[in-house]
């Protein structure tokens, strides 16, 4: 377990092991326990291609809260592939970094950097993964839930990096997962075989349909992302009529159980992939989500760096 590209990568044992050190730091950080010596004197590098607010301020202070430091660099910083090679930026940085956090659009360049540095990478977002995310996610459904085994995620919406990581990620910790996309925005295929390799190790159902009704019924946890991601700016209006019927609404969540939990990766906009009643309802863990990031992280630095 040097690096985390995709969650692929990972044995279940070693999602597992992370989880319980995520519980672990959570339960210190509330109770006044500090733990600044964990990684004191190392540093981390933050390189974002891709702005987001929960990143870059949950990492930051992961570092913080361990004791080390981070360096952010942002696309006016690093060229990373224009110019400068990555190949070259991997081998130049791994001789002042202890590791490196990078959100960036393609996930050939994450491996790459993995590939020809000497430091762990951790990958913060890509287009294809998003495995910081399902982490945190996984952290969330298991205080919740208690469990993983005989659980059900629906996942409505977009089959986009954070559809594509749930799947490897619920197949690896044996959690059932369908997901219900529109036709033409289907998870992409190698995430789908990744997933279903996995779920034959650990016994998960993966179904993937075009009917959110269907997805949700029976449900433990709904889950759904923003239908217009970073970069595809330019097909809002396309995306919006064909997500509509997508949308994660009142009436399909009373098609779940009546215990499930509603989660968003955020930022939500409400009103199109989800309606503010639930998004803001009492089966929203949305906000339990986000802080899980912070304690999700700080593990896999531990874990990476430590």
Not at 50 to 62: L, Q
Not at 81 to 106: F, N, P, Q, W
Request: charged letters at 25%; aromatic letters at 6%; hydrophobic letters at 40%.
């Amino acid at each position: 377990m040097k690096h985390l590209l995709c969650l692929s990568q990972w044995t279940s044992e070693e999602i597992n092991e992370t989880l319980k050190l995520a519980e672990k730091l959570k339960y210190e950080n509330k109770h006044g326990i500090r733990h600044n010596h964990l990684l004191k004197g190392k540093s981390l590098g933050l390189i974002f291609s891709k702005s987001s607010t929960r990143t870059r301020v949950s990492f930051e202070v992961a570092m913080y809260q361990l004791g080390g430091d981070s360096m952010f660099l942002s696309a006016n910083d690093i060229q990373l592939g224009r110019g400068e090679t990555v190949s070259d930026t991997a081998k130049t940085l791994s001789r002042y970094l202890d590791g490196i956090m990078i959100r960036t659009y393609k996930q050939s360049d994450v491996e790459e950097l993995a590939a020809c540095g000497t430091i762990p990478i951790i990958n913060g977002l890509t287009d294809s993964q998003h495995p910081c995310q399902v982490l945190a996610d996984l952290q969330t459904i298991k205080e919740y839930k208690g469990k993983f085994k005989g659980l059900k995620l629906a996942y409505v919406g977009d089959g986009n990096n954070v559809a594509n990581s749930l799947m490897i990620g619920c197949a690896k910790v044996g959690m059932n997962i369908s997901v219900a996309t529109p036709k033409g925005y289907e998870c992409d295929e190698k995430s789908v075989k990744l997933a279903k390799e996995a779920a034959t190790q650990t016994g998960a159902i993966i179904i993937n349909c075009y009917d959110p009704i269907e997805a949700v019924k029976n449900a433990d946890v709904v889950y759904t992302d923003t239908w217009v991601s970073m970069g595809m700016e330019s097909e809002k209006e396309e995306r919006l009529k064909v997500f509509m019927p997508y949308q994660v609404n009142k009436e399909l969540m009373q098609k779940a159980k009546k215990d499930a939990i509603f989660m968003h990766c955020l930022p939500a906009y409400r009103g199109f992939e989800v309606t503010a009643d639930v998004i803001d309802g009492p089966q929203s863990v949305v906000f339990d989500e986000a802080e899980n990031r912070l304690h999700a992280q700080k593990a896999v630095l531990v874990k990476l760096m430590g």
